[in-house]
C-alpha cells in the first residue's frame, strides 16, 4: 500500500510571509500532483511533476519532485489571503490513473 | 463549458436505506473515477471507469457499494444497506483519456446516515 505523509496538518501565517508544505512517502511514484481544495468545493488541479529533480513554477508558487520520486514540496512565496484552502499532494503509481492522496494541509492566511 | 457536476450535493438518510448518487462527466471524457473524502481525510480511490467498464473497483470498502456507467457517460454510485461509517463526501472525478490525463472533480455529495 502506498502512502503519501504530508506536513505539516495545519499552518496559520500572516500575510506575506513564506512557506512550504512537504509530501514524503517511502513508495516510488510515476507521477505527483497537487491539489487545492476549499471547502465545498472538489480539488483542483495545480501541477503535475514527472521527472525526479523537477521544479515547476506557477506565479508564486513552485513544487519540487525528488529526485528518487519519492517526496514533494510545494512553497509558496508572499502568501495571500487569496492562497487560504486545503493543500493536497497525490501520486500516481505505475497504472498511472489511481492517485493515492495525503491527507493534506489546510493553510490559513490571516490579512 | 460546464465542468463535472454532482446530485444531489447533500444527502441524509438513515441507517439501513438505499442511495444512489449521480455524476455527469465533461462531455467527451472517456475516464471517470469516483472517490470518498471523509472528514479530515485526503480522498480515497473507489473505482475508475474506462467507457462503460469498470477498469478498477479496487477501492469500493465492500459489496454494499456498487457504480455503473452504462452509456460511458452519466455515472452512478450506488450503497446499499448504508451505515453511519459511509458519511463522507463522494467526489466524482472525470479525464480525457485516463492515464496520466488531468482529473476534473465536481464538487461532491456530501452523505450523511443518521
Known amino acids: 500500500t502506498q502512502l503519501l505523509e504530508q506536513s505539516p496538518q495545519f499552518l496559520s501565517i500572516q500575510e506575506g510571509e513564506n512557506l512550504t508544505v512537504y509530501c514524503n512517502s517511502s513508495s516510488v511514484f510515476s507521477s505527483l500532483q497537487w491539489y487545492r481544495q476549499e471547502p465545498g468545493e472538489g480539488p483542483v488541479l495545480l501541477v503535475t511533476v514527472v521527472t525526479g529533480g523537477e521544479v515547476k513554477k506557477l506565479k508564486r508558487l513552485t513544487f519540487q519532485f525528488g529526485d528518487a520520486r519519492k517526496d514533494s514540496s510545494l512553497h509558496i512565496t508572499a502568501a495571500q489571503p487569496g492562497d487560504t484552502g486545503l493543500y493536497l499532494c497525490?501520486?500516481?503509481?505505475?497504472?498511472?490513473?489511481?492517485?493515492?492522496f495525503g491527507k493534506g494541509t489546510l493553510l490559513t492566511v490571516n490579512p | 463549458g460546464a465542468g463535472v457536476s454532482q446530485t444531489p450535493s447533500n444527502k441524509v438518510t438513515e441507517k439501513g436505506k438505499y442511495v444512489e448518487l449521480r455524476c455527469d462527466p465533461i462531455s467527451g471524457h472517456t475516464a471517470l473515477y469516483w472517490y470518498r473524502q471523509s472528514l479530515g481525510q485526503g480522498p480515497e480511490f473507489l473505482i475508475y471507469?474506462?467507457?462503460?467498464?469498470?477498469?478498477?473497483d479496487s477501492g469500493l470498502p465492500n459489496d454494499r457499494f456498487f457504480a455503473v456507467r452504462p452509456e460511458g457517460s452519466v455515472s452512478t454510485l450506488k450503497i446499499q444497506r448504508t451505515e453511519r461509517g459511509d458519511s463522507a463526501v463522494y467526489l466524482c472525478a472525470s479525464s480525457h483519456q485516463g492515464q496520466g490525463s488531468p482529473l476534473h472533480f465536481g464538487n461532491g455529495t456530501r452523505l450523511t446516515v443518521t
Open positions: 471507469f474506462q467507457g462503460t467498464g469498470a477498469a478498477d
Open positions: 497525490a501520486g500516481a503509481g505505475v497504472s498511472n490513473y489511481k492517485l493515492t
